[in-house]
């Protein structure tokens, strides 16, 4: 899924005669501590909720603010994942997506990048959840699939995350079947170690509060 599928139009954009006040009053409507500065439809610039409480005046227009810090963007053929990085590593509330003649088409919200998340990880799909523990000069996802296949599972989506301290990998497994203690015992057979295993009622419980974590870090 690319930048341009996830668009969101209904957040409004500033102009460089707009005063900060406005501006203010728009991202505390919506809920953002960013928006794009626009230009006869052109991307000039992220306005940030901070630069403008640092001003004197927010009457001042947000053309005489200075803008000297980076103009976060995606263009418009980003794949999602691209765009979820920028977002995250950036801290972002909005992330504007552009095309390459530098037109301003719209932004990606946190909640339009979490639903294509959700999506992505097989959310909404029953089943449950198991996470290996693994060196990752062990990581082989073909024989995952053939032990879980050998079971009549299947998996709906596979995520690894690498620990910083002891480099491993954690691979996290959604199954299409929330019993699962005989793919658990298989994978111990294959000498396997599972860090834990997610009921579909665990799932919902986990995503909720994941979510919540997710969204208060973002909002940071």
Same mark, same amino acid.
């Given at each position: 899924?690319?930048?341009?599928?996830?668009?969101?139009?209904?957040?409004?954009?500033?102009?460089?005669?707009?005063?900060?006040?406005?501006?203010?009053?728009?991202?505390?409507?919506?809920?953002?501590?960013?928006?794009?500065?626009?230009?006869?439809?052109?991307?000039?610039?992220?306005?940030?909720?901070?630069?403008?409480?640092?001003?004197?005046?927010?009457?001042?227009?947000?053309?005489?603010?200075?803008?000297?810090?980076?103009?976060?963007?995606?263009?418009?053929?980003?794949?999602?994942?691209?765009?979820?990085?920028?977002?995250?590593?950036?801290? =972002? &509330? %909005?992330?504007?997506?552009? /095309?390459?003649?530098?037109?301003? $088409?719209? +932004? *990606?919200? @946190?909640? #339009?990048?979490?639903?294509?998340?959700?999506?992505?990880?097989?959310?909404?799909?029953?089943?449950?959840?198991?996470?290996?523990?693994?060196?990752?000069?062990?990581?082989?996802?073909?024989?995952?699939?053939?032990?879980?296949?050998?079971?009549?599972?299947?998996? =709906? &989506? %596979?995520?690894?995350?690498? /620990?910083?301290?002891?480099?491993? $990998?954690? +691979? *996290?497994? @959604?199954? #299409?079947?929330?019993?699962?203690?005989?793919?658990?015992?298989?994978?111990?057979?294959?000498?396997?170690?599972?860090?834990?295993?997610?009921?579909?009622?665990?799932?919902?419980?986990?995503?909720?509060?994941?979510?919540?974590?997710?969204?208060?870090?973002?909002?940071?």
């Amino acid at each position: 899924m690319l930048a341009r599928d996830l668009i969101s139009t209904v957040i409004p954009i500033l102009h460089p005669l707009d005063p900060g006040s406005r501006a203010l009053r728009l991202m505390n409507e919506y809920h953002l501590s960013q928006l794009p500065l626009v230009l006869e439809n052109k991307y000039l610039a992220l306005v940030e909720e901070d630069d403008i409480l640092d001003l004197e005046d927010t009457e001042v227009s947000l053309e005489n603010m200075e803008y000297n810090g980076p103009k976060p963007g995606v263009l418009e053929s980003a794949h999602f994942y691209e765009a979820l990085r920028v977002f995250y590593d950036l801290k =972002l &509330s %909005v992330l504007p997506v552009i /095309s390459r003649e530098n037109e301003y $088409l719209g +932004v *990606l919200t @946190k909640d #339009n990048l979490l639903a294509v998340l959700a999506q992505y990880n097989g959310v909404k799909e029953p089943g449950g959840i198991i996470a290996l523990d693994i060196d990752p000069r062990d990581y082989s996802l073909s024989e995952i699939a053939r032990i879980a296949e050998s079971n009549d599972i299947t998996l =709906l &989506s %596979v995520n690894t995350i690498t /620990s910083p301290a002891s480099g491993r $990998l954690e +691979v *996290l497994l @959604k199954t #299409n079947r929330q019993e699962l203690h005989g793919l658990v015992a298989t994978f111990e057979r294959f000498n396997y170690t599972i860090k834990y295993t997610i009921t579909e009622e665990q799932e919902e419980d986990m995503l909720r509060k994941n979510y919540d974590l997710l969204m208060n870090y973002i909002s940071m």
